[in-house]
């Protein structure tokens, strides 16, 4: 058991689920759905008291004495549970409004009904501290980010932008999705004069990041969305799986790191125009299965193109931007990208001075594979790296993963190292399937 928290965690419960009407028939609300034997808030509550929070408040409307009659005061389950009921709907941040004198901190913990997960609590709560901004959202990719809200980030993690998942959207796009999980200052009640009807994004959101007061945090595990049918029961089989928990950053996590040219892409050279980005065929199924398994997808690339003057790191980011909406258009998702802009060998033409040094993070050095490890508690032994260079293969050794060389690409042929993979495959998703089922004959021989 954690430390008690002061915080107080507040539930949004009062929606009409119009969505899932398939399964409540209009008779409980959405979020008193059995899910694998108890109520969908049951499972967020316990969650959260695991962690030490013990103060909630739940938002009801629409049948919500279901949840008043079920959940009582909460000392059932160890937790203290008040109520504010919305009288008529006042979107999803007007019954904010009401926690003026209810909240012991000076921020609170802000959940939508809809959402499960599975999360290191600490970890998000830290990452608020050290940014101090006035509200933080929880972050992630997931595998339909054409019907989520996106967000834009900086490099110092400020959400910039907020893009509506109805809202037309053209280009390519950052998978980065808004999970309904925000830490917000107390200030942001502080302001409301009045209870009315206010939406969460519009008009507490917006205003904030002009402040430069909103941040994002990312992370791999487990949040989703159960809004749909569909979504509810594919929720359903991944607890019972153990996914939840096996990707829930207090465990030791296991990742399959991707070089991306030859590999995700065709090779085409030194890709430094989104226009000569296209993905290999059988990619987007490739990394779906690594969605599926548990494993981490995290891209680990060398870019050249920028210390030779061929693009900027905006225009790589641009590429990867591409790649990432490319790969939601097929339900797949990459858990992370990080790349090398240097390029060790001086006198080219439009050459830029500073990226011309050498660096531990270009491949086959180990930097790279070292900051996603100490990122997202990554156990490098039982983890992977797929290329189709021999430069891969050599950072897989370097960094104590197992290696797949694929067929695609160059296929080996670079020539640059004097090494062996641990696997070939023809393609990636050939190349998944392996890693896969040698860490299946590794656990059952555990």
Same mark, same amino acid.
């Given at each position: ?18 969505? *899932? ?54 000392? #059932? ?34 959940? $939508? ?26 972050? +992630?990719?997931?595998? +339909? ?46 302001? *409301? ?15 904030? *990041? ?7 945090? #990312?992370?791999?595990?487990?949040? #989703? ?6 979504? $509810? ?76 003057? *061929?693009?900027? /790191? ?27 802009? +240097? ?8 050459? /830029? ?94």
């Amino acid at each position: 058991m954690k430390n008690e928290k002061k915080d107080t965690v507040v539930i949004q419960a009062g929606g009409l689920g119009s969505r *899932m009407r398939e399964l409540t028939k209009d008779e409980i609300p959405k979020p008193m759905l059995c899910f694998n034997g108890k109520p969908v808030l049951q499972w967020q509550i316990e969650n959260l008291a695991g962690y030490g929070f013990r103060e909630f408040v739940i938002i009801i409307g629409h049948l919500g004495k279901k949840i008043q009659d079920y959940f009582e005061d909460g000392r #059932r389950l160890g937790v203290h549970i008040s109520y504010i009921q919305e009288e008529e709907p006042l979107g999803s941040a007007g019954a904010l409004y009401f926690l003026k004198e209810m909240l012991l901190a000076d921020r609170f913990l802000l959940i $939508f009904g809809d959402v499960m997960f599975e999360l290191d609590w600490n970890r998000m709560f830290a990452f608020h501290e050290k940014h101090q901004g006035k509200a933080t959202l929880l972050v +992630h990719p997931n595998n +339909h980010p054409f019907d989520s809200d996106l967000l834009t980030m900086n490099e110092s993690c400020q959400v910039t932008g907020l893009s509506p998942k109805n809202q037309a959207r053209n280009g390519w796009h950052d998978n980065c999705v808004n999970a309904g999980i925000y830490i917000l200052s107390k200030s942001v009640t502080e302001q *409301m004069t009045a209870p009315q009807r206010m939406d969460l994004e519009k008009d507490v959101l917006t205003p904030l *990041m002009k402040e430069q007061e909103v941040y994002g945090y #990312r992370t791999p595990e487990y949040v #989703r969305d159960i809004g749909t049918p569909e979504r $509810f029961w594919r929720a359903v089989s991944e607890q019972k799986s153990g996914l939840w928990k096996r990707k829930c950053l207090t465990q030791k996590q296991r990742c399959i790191f991707l070089d991306r040219d030859g590999t995700i892409n065709k090779f085409r050279g030194l890709i430094h125009d989104a226009e000569d980005f296209e993905l290999e065929e059988l990619a987007g199924q490739a990394v779906k299965r690594i969605n599926e398994s548990g494993f981490l997808a995290v891209v680990v690339t060398n870019q050249p193109v920028v210390a030779r003057g *061929m693009c900027s /790191i905006e225009e790589v980011d641009q590429i990867h931007r591409k790649m990432q909406t490319l790969l939601g258009q097929q339900g797949a998702y990459l858990d992370d990208i990080v790349f090398c802009p +240097h390029h060790p060998d001086q006198g080219y033409p439009e050459e /830029i001075p500073e990226y011309k040094i050498s660096c531990k993070c270009r491949k086959p050095g180990t930097e790279m594979i070292e900051r996603m490890a100490a990122k997202y508690h990554i156990d490098l032994s039982e983890s992977y790296i797929i290329g189709d260079s021999t430069v891969d293969i050599q950072t897989g050794l370097n960094a104590g993963v197992k290696t797949v060389l694929t067929e695609t690409g160059q296929a080996g042929r670079d020539g640059k190292y004097a090494v062996r993979p641990d696997y070939r495959a023809s393609d990636l998703l050939q190349a998944v399937e392996q890693v896969l089922q040698d860490a299946e004959s590794t656990k059952e021989a555990i």
